[in-house]
Protein backbone atom coordinates (compact mmCIF):
# COMPACT_ATOMS: atom_id res chain seq x y z
CA UNK A 1 0.00 0.00 0.00
CA UNK A 2 1.15 3.71 -0.87
CA UNK A 3 0.28 6.06 1.25
CA UNK A 4 1.10 9.79 0.94
CA UNK A 5 3.62 10.86 3.41
CA UNK A 6 1.01 14.60 3.91
CA UNK A 7 -1.64 12.28 4.42
CA UNK A 8 0.05 9.90 7.44
CA UNK A 9 1.43 13.32 8.89
CA UNK A 10 -1.93 14.62 9.01
CA UNK A 11 -3.33 11.46 10.53
CA UNK A 12 -0.89 11.26 12.70
CA UNK A 13 -1.22 15.25 14.03
CA UNK A 14 -5.03 15.08 14.05
CA UNK A 15 -4.65 12.35 16.50
CA UNK A 16 -5.00 12.33 20.12
CA UNK A 17 -6.85 8.97 21.76
CA UNK A 18 -5.38 5.58 20.68
CA UNK A 19 -7.23 2.45 21.03
CA UNK A 20 -4.30 -0.40 20.72
CA UNK A 21 -6.02 -3.62 20.18
CA UNK A 22 -4.24 -6.48 20.89
CA UNK A 23 -1.68 -4.74 23.02
CA UNK A 24 0.38 -7.33 25.18
CA UNK A 25 2.26 -6.65 28.85
CA UNK A 26 5.06 -8.16 27.45
CA UNK A 27 7.39 -5.44 27.14
CA UNK A 28 9.72 -7.41 24.30
CA UNK A 29 6.01 -7.30 22.37
CA UNK A 30 6.03 -5.00 19.24
CA UNK A 31 1.92 -4.27 20.61
CA UNK A 32 3.64 -2.86 24.01
CA UNK A 33 6.60 -1.08 22.92
CA UNK A 34 4.91 0.62 19.48
CA UNK A 35 1.62 1.22 22.77
CA UNK A 36 4.71 3.21 24.67
CA UNK A 37 6.45 4.84 22.09
CA UNK A 38 3.01 6.49 21.47
CA UNK A 39 2.21 7.44 24.98
CA UNK A 40 5.33 8.60 25.46
CA UNK A 41 5.01 10.90 22.37
CA UNK A 42 2.07 12.44 24.22
CA UNK A 43 -1.37 10.21 22.42
CA UNK A 44 -3.52 9.27 25.33
CA UNK A 45 -2.94 5.33 24.74
CA UNK A 46 -6.15 2.71 25.72
CA UNK A 47 -5.16 -0.59 25.62
CA UNK A 48 -7.76 -3.32 24.59
CA UNK A 49 -7.26 -7.39 25.35
CA UNK A 50 -9.88 -9.37 26.94
CA UNK A 51 -6.81 -11.45 28.70
CA UNK A 52 -5.81 -8.75 30.73
CA UNK A 53 -8.54 -6.40 31.80
CA UNK A 54 -8.53 -4.59 34.40
CA UNK A 55 -4.88 -4.18 34.77
CA UNK A 56 -3.08 -0.82 34.30
CA UNK A 57 -0.87 0.08 31.36
CA UNK A 58 0.22 3.49 30.26
CA UNK A 59 -1.54 4.82 32.90
CA UNK A 60 -5.00 3.65 31.03
CA UNK A 61 -6.62 0.35 32.37
CA UNK A 62 -7.02 -2.25 30.20
CA UNK A 63 -10.18 -3.06 28.39
CA UNK A 64 -11.85 -6.20 27.17
CA UNK A 65 -13.15 -4.94 23.73
CA UNK A 66 -13.92 -1.51 21.73
CA UNK A 67 -17.32 -1.69 23.06
CA UNK A 68 -15.78 -0.90 26.48
CA UNK A 69 -14.51 3.10 26.00
CA UNK A 70 -16.43 5.57 27.18
CA UNK A 71 -14.12 7.98 26.01
CA UNK A 72 -13.59 9.47 22.60
CA UNK A 73 -10.91 7.90 19.95
CA UNK A 74 -9.45 9.56 16.74
CA UNK A 75 -7.39 6.28 15.69
CA UNK A 76 -7.71 2.37 16.27
CA UNK A 77 -4.08 0.80 15.71
CA UNK A 78 -4.54 -3.17 15.09
CA UNK A 79 -2.48 -5.74 16.68
CA UNK A 80 -4.13 -9.06 15.43
CA UNK A 81 -4.40 -11.42 12.38
CA UNK A 82 -5.61 -9.81 9.27
CA UNK A 83 -8.84 -12.50 9.78
CA UNK A 84 -9.98 -10.79 13.00
CA UNK A 85 -9.98 -7.35 11.55
CA UNK A 86 -13.65 -7.07 10.26
CA UNK A 87 -15.04 -7.62 13.52
CA UNK A 88 -12.89 -4.88 15.16
CA UNK A 89 -13.99 -2.79 12.47
CA UNK A 90 -17.59 -3.55 13.11
CA UNK A 91 -16.62 -2.86 17.11
CA UNK A 92 -15.23 0.08 16.00
CA UNK A 93 -17.21 1.53 13.56
CA UNK A 94 -20.57 0.97 15.90
CA UNK A 95 -18.77 2.02 19.37
CA UNK A 96 -16.47 4.90 18.10
CA UNK A 97 -18.63 7.66 16.76
CA UNK A 98 -15.70 10.51 16.93
CA UNK A 99 -13.29 8.00 15.08
CA UNK A 100 -11.37 9.00 12.18
CA UNK A 101 -8.77 6.48 11.52
CA UNK A 102 -8.56 2.52 11.49
CA UNK A 103 -4.50 1.60 11.06
CA UNK A 104 -3.91 -1.95 10.96
CA UNK A 105 -0.18 -2.79 11.56
CA UNK A 106 2.73 -4.52 9.68
CA UNK A 107 1.48 -7.59 7.94
CA UNK A 108 -2.04 -7.05 8.80
CA UNK A 109 -4.42 -6.25 6.17
CA UNK A 110 -8.32 -6.75 5.00
CA UNK A 111 -9.57 -5.30 2.07
CA UNK A 112 -13.34 -5.98 2.84
CA UNK A 113 -12.76 -4.05 6.21
CA UNK A 114 -11.02 -1.85 4.76
CA UNK A 115 -13.53 -0.96 2.48
CA UNK A 116 -16.35 -0.92 4.82
CA UNK A 117 -14.41 1.53 6.74
CA UNK A 118 -13.55 3.83 4.04
CA UNK A 119 -17.41 3.88 3.61
CA UNK A 120 -18.13 4.80 6.64
CA UNK A 121 -15.80 7.91 6.11
CA UNK A 122 -12.47 6.56 8.13
CA UNK A 123 -9.17 6.86 7.06
CA UNK A 124 -7.66 3.26 6.88
CA UNK A 125 -4.27 2.54 6.66
CA UNK A 126 -2.94 -1.04 6.40
CA UNK A 127 0.14 -2.81 7.16
CA UNK A 128 2.23 -0.06 8.56
CA UNK A 129 2.78 1.13 11.84
CA UNK A 130 1.89 3.95 13.18
CA UNK A 131 5.61 4.59 15.42
CA UNK A 132 7.68 3.71 12.42
CA UNK A 133 5.61 6.53 10.25
CA UNK A 134 6.21 8.71 12.99
CA UNK A 135 9.91 8.60 13.23
CA UNK A 136 10.51 8.76 10.09
CA UNK A 137 7.95 11.92 9.10
CA UNK A 138 9.09 13.56 12.39
CA UNK A 139 12.57 13.36 11.95
CA UNK A 140 13.18 10.93 14.71
CA UNK A 141 14.83 8.09 12.36
CA UNK A 142 16.80 10.99 10.26
CA UNK A 143 18.88 11.54 13.79
CA UNK A 144 19.96 7.92 13.86
CA UNK A 145 21.34 8.39 9.77
CA UNK A 146 18.60 6.49 8.07
CA UNK A 147 17.56 7.96 4.80
CA UNK A 148 13.87 8.57 5.38
CA UNK A 149 13.49 9.83 2.17
CA UNK A 150 11.44 12.92 3.29
CA UNK A 151 13.71 16.20 2.96
CA UNK A 152 13.89 18.52 5.43
CA UNK A 153 15.95 21.61 6.11
CA UNK A 154 15.85 20.89 10.06
CA UNK A 155 18.76 19.24 11.74
Not at 105 to 129: K, L, P, W
Request: charged share 20%; with cysteine.
Amino acid sequence: MSYPDTHLKTILKRTKVVAVVGVSMNPVRPSYYVARYLSLKGYRVIPVNPGHVGKILFGEPIVADLSDISAPVDMVDIFRRSEAVPPIVDAALEHLPHLKTIWMQIGVEHAEAAAEAEAAGMDVIENRCPKIEYQRLFGELRMGGFATGVISSRL
